[in-house]
């Protein structure tokens, strides 16, 4: 590995060959693993039934309006399923394409402003970070939503900053993103940038402004986006559409959205442990405020991070991915400071390494006890309380035995990589975490995963695909699931053949099958109601044509 590091560190045009090659990684094992409930199975049902109703102009969940999000994404997906068919694949297929396009990105803008070793830097650094390596391998918005809001924060830096060249191009280019993000999830979109703007031209004490026709140059391509859609639906729907996307964005500040609440530190939390390795390498950045390049690029990537963790924090709704956009600004934090390091040559602080071998290790522990304990789980019964879990763990998947030893694996890279820290071969160094981070998190994909999902989801979907199979209707009965939909492949039915009281008491041409958690004894005593089978957590049951 050490001679085709440097075979490739040394020829310039090896770097887009280097680069392809870890973006290899998130296109591997993506089609190998059910998509998740609920974010992934929910976009990519959307997305089958705009590909299967050939309807571009709205998104729908079980053939009715899905009012929560705009339909870019649906429309790469739906795009994904009518070139692979409809599969996990497609679904996921989008994102892992945005993660070459990200790291093509970051070496274009860090070559640009720095010099081809900080865009390698940057590049393998953010391959090497935890989630968003995972958020690359996923089939949620949020990666293509991210990637719209940074460049239009990109392009308006260099506008604020008054970039000589193309400025007026830059203007239109940075409304024109802006637009694409909120196309792409919602007005949160055009808030972050908003936000960042604001605060960096109060920080500035209003002495850095744009020009006004800069301004208005950014809200013609703004609209430009946004319009072709909006109109279209206005003229269709009214004012449904917006009146929707602002009351959901209003909930996600007041109260918590499907019992997504969380203590007000989450978002640290999620950034500081998923965000490694660049999470311990940007700290000694984050509360820097003096500027060492044109265009404020640093200040702005710092405001960009902080904007984003306390907007996510007042969100009373917390969930995993709402801090995501956090990730490219540390990620350049990070390289910025080995960059610094390399040009100095300075060796990093021992504190740091310190802290770089033990989260790392942490995690690689905190890897191999999780398997071990569900490789082994029948030595662990003691931890299974919940009926539901309990049942779950009752499946007995096919192990090799080896499993656990995929958290070793980590650890071996981080200290290979902090040893070559501590030598300040950082680019060696990085490579290394790049490589070890990217085949941890494959061998966790390949022969984890699947495994585990048999515990969790895996019966569940095993009886959407019984009900698909015998052409039932199958009905998630006292929890909420969108498994039903993409893997029982619903069709379009009446209205009121969805509802939970016709479904149960009327006559219908079709068998209907409800799927309930285990400990929920409700329909167990019913007789009109048969148990067909049950597998780990879920039950089965038929109601035939007439109750």
């Not at 490739?8 to 993506?30: E, P, Q, R, T, V």
């Not at 850095?208 to 206005?234: A, C, M, Q, R």
């Not at 964005?249 to 442990?273: E, K, M, N, T, W």
Request: one cysteine or more.
């Amino acid at each position: 590995m050490t001679s085709f590091y440097y075979k490739f560190l040394n020829n310039n045009k090896g770097d887009l060959f280097l680069i392809s090659i870890f973006a290899l990684f998130y296109f591997m094992g993506i089609g190998e693993i059910h998509l998740f409930d609920w974010d992934e199975i929910n976009f990519a049902e959307s997305s089958r039934e705009m590909f299967l109703s050939r309807d571009f102009l709205h998104v729908q969940i079980n053939y009715e309006p899905f009012w929560e999000k705009p339909p870019l994404f649906f429309w790469l997906q739906a795009l994904s399923m009518s070139i692979f068919g409809v599969s996990e694949f497609a679904a996921r297929f989008p994102n892992a394409m945005f993660g070459f396009i990200y790291l093509i990105t970051l070496y274009s803008i860090g070559k640009k402003h720095f010099d081809r070793k900080f865009g390698l830097i940057w590049t393998l650094l953010f391959t090497a970070s935890l989630l968003p390596h995972i958020y690359f391998k996923s089939g949620i918005i949020d990666p293509v939503f991210n990637y719209f809001i940074f460049l239009s924060v990109y392009f308006m830096l260099l506008v604020v900053g008054k970039a000589p060249k193309y400025i007026l191009w830059f203007a239109i280019l940075s409304g024109i993103f802006s637009g694409i993000a909120l196309l792409t999830k919602g007005p949160v979109g055009f808030l972050i940038l908003g936000l960042c703007f604001l605060f960096y031209i109060t920080k500035n004490r209003f002495r850095i402004l744009p020009n006004i026709k800069h301004l208005l140059l950014f809200f013609v391509g703004f609209f430009f986006i946004i319009s072709s859609w909006l109109l279209t639906e206005y003229f269709q729907n009214g004012a449904d559409i917006l009146i929707q996307f602002i009351e959901y964005q209003i909930d996600l500040f007041r109260s918590p959205v499907a019992g997504h609440a969380q203590p007000f530190y989450y978002h640290f939390v999620v950034v500081f442990i998923g965000c490694f390795p660049i999470s311990i390498l940007a700290l000694p950045n984050l509360f820097k405020s003096k500027d060492s390049i044109g265009f404020d690029l640093d200040k702005w990537m710092r405001i960009l991070f902080w904007v984003v963790l306390i907007l996510f924090t007042i969100v009373t709704t917390k969930i995993i991915h709402y801090s995501s956009m956090a990730y490219l600004p540390l990620s350049f934090l990070a390289a910025q400071y080995l960059h610094a390091k390399i040009v100095k040559q300075e060796l990093m602080p021992k504190a740091l390494n310190i802290v770089l071998i033990t989260i790392g290790s942490l995690i690689g522990i905190g890897i191999f006890t999780v398997i071990f304990i569900v490789v082994n789980k029948s030595y662990f019964d003691f931890l299974f309380t919940n009926d539901f879990v309990k049942a779950s763990m009752g499946v007995n998947p096919d192990w090799f035995g080896w499993e656990p030893t995929i958290g070793l694996v980590f650890i071996i890279g981080i200290i290979w990589s902090v040893r070559s820290m501590i030598k300040a071969k950082y680019f060696y160094a990085v490579f290394t975490l790049a490589f070890f981070t990217s085949f941890t998190l494959l061998l966790i994909q390949l022969f984890f995963i699947p495994q585990l999902e048999e515990h969790t989801q895996g019966p569940l979907i095993e009886m959407c695909e019984y009900a698909d199979k015998n052409d039932a209707i199958i009905i998630s009965y006292g929890f909420k699931s969108y498994a039903p939909f993409f893997y029982g492949k619903v069709s379009p039915r009446p209205s009121e053949e969805k509802e939970m009281q016709w479904l149960q008491h009327s006559k219908t041409e079709k068998t209907i099958l409800f799927v309930s958690k285990i400990n929920n004894t409700d329909l167990d005593e019913n007789p009109s109601y048969k148990l067909i089978f049950k597998k780990g957590g879920y039950k089965l049951f038929r109601r035939e044509t007439s109750p």
